[in-house]
């Protein structure tokens, strides 16, 4: 028997490579290793209130390029939340073993309340709530997810283990959460500063469907500096020295020395580019010849190449209404068996068995 793993992503629209690098792949890649539930969460969206045509284009979209990315419906269970009606009855049981205290303590919902203080709704606070039932519901052991997360996954646990105390059972079982690797991937924004993020505007982001020109403009624009940082200037005979220095390895070379936009420039390269090209930038960067011009055309074509295939899929599967409403079915279908179990289980345990 495979370990169950369930994660899930807002249908915020398009998704950008950070989305994919940071989530969509792993989920890939659990699907070969894990009995997969992958989820697009509407539900979570309702907090803002989004426009009903606005939130089931997002839900198609979020579905097409999972579905693109090469999330595969044969191999994991693929689904939307709402179509799951057990979310919303468990959301409720749940709603009753969470407190205001520790509710309100969240991070992510403190967050909120100072970036949206005119929505802070009920359905806000109990936003770990409904993710911890997201998770229960499958008996999930893994749940991959950012460190932005994690705190969530923490709850989750505090939440099914009250569960178990409160009706005297060892029924949910304690989810961790997960990454590849040591530390999750972190994809730059094309601003300069920080990690890849649609709120810092739509220029700094690279969408999976963005056409090639759009993908050249958006890299030809990304901030870079005005060249490597040297404490001495190359008409100071003393920069020769430092360099010889560095070269025959008498003096460490400071690898601190670039600045967070030319490093993030580095960071892209080194997702799609060979390391051939990156070594080569590299050593121009040191040897103070840099032209990051030549280095944006570079990165660019790669990020075309790279990306070609997933937006051909996106245009391909957009066509194809009809696999779409067979995916959401057949997925929906596989998701309410197990939430179904799960719900009459706890249905029974709490002494809400309708016979
Ligand atoms: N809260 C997650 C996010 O904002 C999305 C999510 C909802 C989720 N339910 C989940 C992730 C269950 C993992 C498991 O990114």
Known sequence: MREIAVSGVRPTGKQHLGNY????VNFV???????????????HSLTTHPRAADLQANVRQTLIEYLACGLDPDK???????????ISELYLVFNMLAYLGELEKVPTFKDKVRSQPENVNAGLLTYPVLMAVDILMHHAMKVPVGKDQMQHIEMTRNFGNRFNHVYGVEYFKEPVGFTYGDKPLSVPSLDGEGKMSKSKGENTVIYLADEPEVIRKKIMRAKTDSGPQSIFPPTDVRYFMTKAMEETGAIKRNENAKSESVQNLFDLMGLVSKPEKIGFFNEQY????IRYGEMKKELAEDMVNYLTPIRERIKEISADQAYLARVMNEGGEKARTSAGKTMSEVREIIGLKSS
């Open 286 to 289: 040191d040897r103070h010849a």
């Open 76 to 86: 994991c269970t693929l689904f939307v939340q709402s179509h799951l009606p057990q």
């Open 21 to 24: 690098l940071g989530a969509v």
């Open 29 to 43: 890649r659990m699907q070969e290793e894990y009995n997969g539930y992958f989820f697009i969460a509407d539900l």
